[in-house]
C-alpha cells in the first residue's frame, strides 16, 4: 500500500510539473486530497468563459472565467502568460456537489492592446488546472472600438413624382463594432414595421415602394455604435402631382352666334409640390344649330348687304397697306447723308390699337395697348451720357451728337398696369406660368429701333438692339425673375444652379438679330472644373441643353459669353433660361455671400443674430435685403464672399470671444452646420442659421464678438462685431434707392449709349473684311473679345455683335471715349475708313 501511495505522488507530481504556469505567473499548488477520489478524478470545465469585448474610448475592460474542479487559473493572452500579480482571483466551494470553485478576472487597457495594434488581434483565454489535468476556455477577443465622422455614402435630395420608387442609399462610417442604421423623416424615426410601403435594404438603404404625398419631407440617415452617433447630411424628397383634367361639363346651350361650349378643370387631381399643369384646353367650342339659331339668320337680301360690306372693307385695308408701304419705302430710302432726327423718333409714334378681325391674330403681332405723351425740348439730340463721355474721333465728326434744334419725341407711356399686361398674355398657353403681377418684371413695347429690360437691383436686363424686329412689326415683349419655388428646375448628380431663372418673351419668338440677356452667375469659372450649360425650358415644361458654355454652339440660335460675375447670352429666340454647371473635380467652386443681420432695436433681454448664406448674385441679394427690411433686421459688418467647394463638407457656423460677464449664448452645441447638399444643389437661394444670445443685463447695449463660417477643409470667413444695439444702421450703403435704380423699359436711341447714326456708319465701314485688318477682327481684338471671332463671323453683320454686347455690358455707365479710342485705333489703319460728309455731322 506504501509503494502504490509513493507511485500515485510521483505521477501528481509530474503532471502538476507538464501544465505549470511559467515563473511569475506561478502559484503555490495545493492539492486538497492527492490521493484518488471524487474530484481528483475530473478535469476543470468552465461554468464561465472569457466573451469578445470593445475598449470604449480609454476604459479598460474586463474579462473573466470561473471552472470547477479547479487549483489554479491563469490567463494567457497572445500567447503569453499574464503576470500572477494582475490577476483578481476568489476561492469557494460548489454548494450542490461539494468541489473547490474558483473565479478569476483581469483588466485590459487600451495601451496594452495598442502595443499590437495592426499585428493581429488581441486576445486571451483562461487555463484551468486540478489534479486530473488542465483545460483552456474559448478564445475572447479584445478590440478597440470607434466610429468615424464621414458617412462612405450619404443620401442625395431628390424630387419624384407620385407613386414612384423612392431609394435612398447610406452607407454608413466604418466603425467597430459595425455600425447600426436607423432613418429619420422630419426627425421622427421612420419604423418599417409600421409602414408597409416602407423597408431597409441590407445595404441600408431607405426604399418607399410607391411614394405618396405624405412622403415629402427630409430624410436623415443615422449611423450608431457604442462610440458614437453620427447624422448625415438632410436629404430633401419632393414628391409632385401632376395635374389632371376633371371630366368635361356639359355642353352649352346653342348662343345667337350658332356656337356652344363646354369646359373641364386641372383639379384631378390639381398640381402639387411643383407638379406640371394640365396640358390642352380647358375650353372646347362647337358650332350648333338650333330653332333659334336658325330663326336668327339673315335673309337673301342681308347675305347680300354683308358681302357688300365685306368688299369695301377689304379695299380700304388693301388702300391702307399700299399706303403703309410707300411710307416705309420713302423712310427706309433716306439719304444717308442726311441727318434727319425724325429716324431718331420713328419707333415712337403712336400706333394704331384697334383690334384685329378674327383668324388674323398672331403671336408677333399682338395688338400693344398704348397712349403716348410728347415731350419737346429744345436743344442738341444725342445719346444719354455726361459731359466727360463724349464719344469723340480725331479724324473727323463721325461720332458728334446731332446739332442744335428743336425736336419731338413721342415715348410709349405704361399707362397699362402691370396686371393688365399679364392678363393680355394668360389666354396664352405658353404664359400661364407669368407671375400673376408685375412685381420682380419690366415690359414694355418695341419695334425696329430696339431698347431695353432691366429688373432694377437684380443685374438682369434684356438688350433688343435695332433691328431686331422686323421693320413694320410691334411686338410687347416682358422680362421676369423666378422665384425658385415657383418653377421647377430637375438637377441630377453634382448638378448645381448657378444663376437665376429668367423668362423673356413672348416665348418662341424669332428675332432676326440676337438679343443679349444678362445675368448673374455665382460660379468661379475653370474650364477644368465645371461643365457649364444654358438651359432653356419649353412650352412642354421640360428643360434643354440648349448650348455648352465654352464650346461652339451646334445651332446659331444661342450664345454665351460668360464673365467673372454676369453671363451674356446671345439669342435669337425667347423664353425661359438658367445656367446649370456640374462640377468635373472637388476643385470646382461656387461663390457664396454671407450676410450678417440683426434686431434693428431690442426691448427684452434676448437678442439674436442671422448669418444668411446665399448664391452670390445681385438678384438673391435684394431679396435678402427686402426681406430683412420688412423683418425690422439691421445690416451688421460688410458682407463676405466665401468659395465653397464640391467636397461634400458641410458648412459650419460658430461664434466666438463674447464677454461672459455681459452676454450668454443659448447655443447647445459648439457650431451650427448647414448641410453640403442644401447648399450645392443651387434650389434654395439663400439659407441662414440664427445665434440666439442673452443679456445679463437690460442696461448692456455693447455687443462684440466673432462669428466664424467655414467650410470643413475648406475656406473659412470671421466676422468682427463691435456695434451699439440701440442703434439702428440705415440700408443705404448696401440698397440702390428705388428712385436711382434705373428705368425698367427704355425704347429706341435712349436705351443706347452709341448714337444710332454713328452706330450705322460703324458697322457699315467696318463689316466689310480688309486686307489691312482695319475690319471689325481688329475692333473684337481692341475691346478683348477677340476669343469668340467665329461666333460674330457667322452672323451677318459682326461688327452689331461686337457693338451690342459692349452695349449689354457697358449700360448705363460705360465710357464711350474708350470704346472711341478703339475705333479710331483701328481707322488709323485705314485713313479713308471714316471719311463723312458734313451733312452726317
Known sequence: MAAAAALWRVLLAGSLLAARPPAGAQQSATVANPMPGASSDLLPHFLLEPQDVYIVKNKPVSLACRATPATQIYFKCNGEWVHQGEHVTQRSTDQGTGLPLMDVRIDISRQQVERIFGLEEYWCQCVAWSSSGTTKSQKAYVRIAYLRKNFEEEPMGREVSLEQEIMLACRPPEGIPPAEVEWLRNEELVDPALDASVYVTPEHSLVVSRARLA???????????????????????????????????????????CTHWRSRECSEPAPRNGGQDCQGAELETRNCTTE???????????????????????????????????????????????????????????????????????????QPDLSTATMTYQGSLCSRQDG??????????????????????????????????????????????????AANMAYGTFNFLGGRLLIPNTGISLLIPPDAIPRGKIYEVYLTLHKQEDVRLPLAGCQTLLSPIVSCGPPGVLLTRPAILALGHCVEANAADWSIRLK????????????????????????????????????????????????????????????????????????????????DTPDVLQEVMQLEKQLGGQLIGAPRVLHFKDSYHNLRLSIHDMPSSLWKSKLLASYQEIPFYHLWSGLQPYLHCTFTLERLSPSTCQLACKIWVWQVEGDGQSFNINFNIAKDTSFSDWLVPESEAGCPALVGPSAFKIPFLIRQKIISSLDTPC???????????????????????????????????????????????????????????????????????
Open 536 to 615: 432653356k425650358q419649353s412650352c412642354e415644361g421640360t428643360w434643354e441643353d440648349v448650348l455648352q458654355v465654352g464650346e461652339e454652339p451646334s445651332s446659331g440660335l444661342y450664345y454665351c459669353q460668360l464673365e467673372a460675375q454676369v453671363a451674356y447670352v446671345y439669342m435669337e429666340q425667347l423664353g425661359r433660361f438658367a445656367l446649370v454647371g456640374e462640377s468635373l473635380s472637388m476643385a470646382a467652386a461656387k461663390r457664396l455671400k454671407l450676410l450678417l443681420f440683426a434686431p434693428a432695436s431690442c426691448s427684452s433681454l434676448e437678442y439674436s443674430v442671422r448669418v444668411y448664406c446665399l448664391r
Open 292 to 366: 333659334l339659331c336658325s330663326h336668327s339668320a339673315s335673309g337673301p337680301e342681308d347675305v347680300a348687304l354683308y358681302v357688300g360690306l365685306m368688299a369695301v372693307a377689304v379695299c380700304l385695308v388693301l388702300l391702307l397697306l399700299v399706303v403703309v408701304l410707300v411710307c416705309c419705302r420713302k423712310k427706309g430710302g433716306l439719304d444717308p447723308d442726311v441727318a434727319d432726327s425724325s429716324i431718331l423718333t420713328a419707333g415712337f409714334q403712336p400706333v394704331s390699337s384697334k383690334p384685329a378681325k378674327a383668324g388674323t391674330s398672331h403671336l408677333l403681332t399682338i
Open 771 to 841: 486686307a489691312r485688318g482695319a475690319d471689325w477682327r481688329t475692333l473684337a481684338q481692341k475691346l478683348h473679345l477677340d476669343s469668340h471671332l467665329s461666333f460674330f463671323a457667322s452672323k451677318a453683320s459682326p461688327t452689331a455683335m461686337i457693338l451690342n454686347l459692349w452695349e449689354a455690358r457697358h449700360f448705363p455707365s460705360g465710357n464711350l471715349a474708350q470704346l472711341a479710342a478703339a475705333v479710331a485705333e483701328v481707322g488709323r489703319q485705314d485713313s479713308a475708313l471714316f471719311a463723312v460728309s458734313e451733312a452726317e455731322c
Open 215 to 257: 412622403d415629402t419631407a427630409n430624410y436623415t440617415c443615422v449611423a450608431k455604435n457604442m462610440v458614437a452617433r453620427r447624422r448625415s447630411s438632410s436629404a430633401a424628397v419632393t414628391v409632385y402631382v401632376d395635374g389632371g383634367w376633371s371630366g368635361w361639363s356639359r355642353w352649352s346651350l346653342c348662343a345667337l352666334d
Open 388 to 437: 466727360h463721355s463724349k464719344f469723340q474721333l480725331s479724324n473727323g465728326h463721325l461720332l458728334s451728337p446731332l446739332g442744335a434744334g428743336r425736336h419731338t419725341l413721342h415715348h410709349s407711356s405704361p399707362a397699362a398696369e402691370g396686371v393688365d399686361f399679364v392678363s393680355r398674355f394668360a389666354a396664352q398657353s405658353c404664359f400661364r406660368s407669368l407671375p400673376r403681377g
